[in-house]
């Protein structure tokens, strides 16, 4: 049995208000899918975020003391960086040009997920414009998860992912933000080796090995689509949330 | 296009002093699966290294103190511990049952890679014996490269990988420890977005996409394979080795 990840072809660009769920039904329908029982969409930020209308116009911030601060160490608009402390509930490092927080929703990464390439905004100079990730995108996963069911009494799984920097490694990879249906963590705890010794690796990060594998059907550029379809993913699905997949502070060595 | 991902089956174990390419070869075949140039083998690390007869047997080593003082600290066998720290260059963090390392190749990981599980060894008690990373797994990655094309003038890409546990987020995730063909890392300086903007993300962690994707078909329990065939990978194949990956201590922010 394969793992099979195909990129949605001539997915529309999205624009606030519009309803993603039906947009990914056609899309399926043209990249000539029929989804199954147990399929994952795969989804970039990008498209949720536009939808819900996450999109912000710089002129319209009032940066913080605290905003202007953080721009005088790492050199960035201060509208942004308010907007960033806004979305973060801690800084964990500047420097120049960079800025590594923890977001509201519990995970580290730079810049609070605010995306400044891809964004067109209604009003004003397009440059002005940021994106903010979804207010909440494990409730954003189990909607589309819902609408999909509702149209094809089809039960898939939806994982909404980011592209993040890592400690130590150059390169950024995909990694899960919400999900709906997708195990955050599989548990392998007590499973047999070969030998029957008991398993080194007891907790395998399987939605973020998927939100990694479709990440690179993804791209980044003008040719990549952001809605990535899976068939053949090794584990069952199961209701769950990105809390899984956050490891509590307490239990970090690298903050 | 899709990414196509198919574990080998009937994967025989792996015994000191095996001929890999050989074993892979037929074993393609066995999956009924007939190369092309592009295609990528990923593999698990344990298999090269029993390949390369990399056990250990823990009674043969004798603990240095450093490694009797981290032996108290862990509680970790301070045999296992002498071993780590001959495959280390530094020690970052400790704790109970924690050791985590910069491993003499360069990468961050915990016990130096050095691996319990799925190990038998030719003498004595099977849970003495344990499994040390390749010797140089790009130079074993390249090797295999060579040894495929030598047989079927087919120019493939190949990837080593192992499973580390990550700062932050829960559950380990397949990354590259070698590589011979696949690009590391992809730079996208340059790039136009949809709207000629120049993109946020640059540098696209690539091989470690492809690793995560891949460990997601090895499992860790005896369904799982340690050979995965990969078709589709979006990105050209160029040389490439470990070093792309790995991001400089200087330029690293979470030691």
Sequence with gaps: MSLVLTPLSNFPLIEPGDDLAELLIHSLEATDIQIADGDILVLAQKIVSKAEGRLVNLSTVEPSARAN????????????????????????????????????LGFICANAGIDHSNVRGPWGKEEDWVLLLPEDPDASARRLQEQ????????????????????????????????????????????????????????????????????????????????????????????????????????????
Tied chains: 1, 2.
């Design 69 to 104: 601060e953080l721009g005088e160490i790492t050199k960035k608009d201060a509208r942004l960086l308010e907007l960033i402390l806004r979305e973060s509930r801690a800084v964990l490092r500047t420097g120049l040009n960079t800025i590594i927080v923890e977001h509201r």
């Design 148 to 255: 999909i069911y509702a149209h094809s009494h089809i039960h898939i799984g939806v994982s909404i992912i980011d592209s993040h920097g890592r400690a130590w490694r150059n390169g950024t990879v995909g990694v899960t933000i919400g999900l709906a249906g997708v195990p955050g963590v599989v548990d392998m705890r007590g499973v047999p080796d070969l030998f029957g010794f008991r398993l080194r690796i007891t907790q395998i990060g399987a939605a973020d090995e998927l939100a990694a594998a479709a990440s690179l059907m993804m791209g980044q550029a003008a040719e990549g689509s952001p809605a990535v379809h899976v068939r053949g993913f090794p584990y069952a699905l199961r209701n769950s949330t990105l809390t899984e997949i956050i490891r509590p502070k307490e239990q970090d060595l690298f903050r």
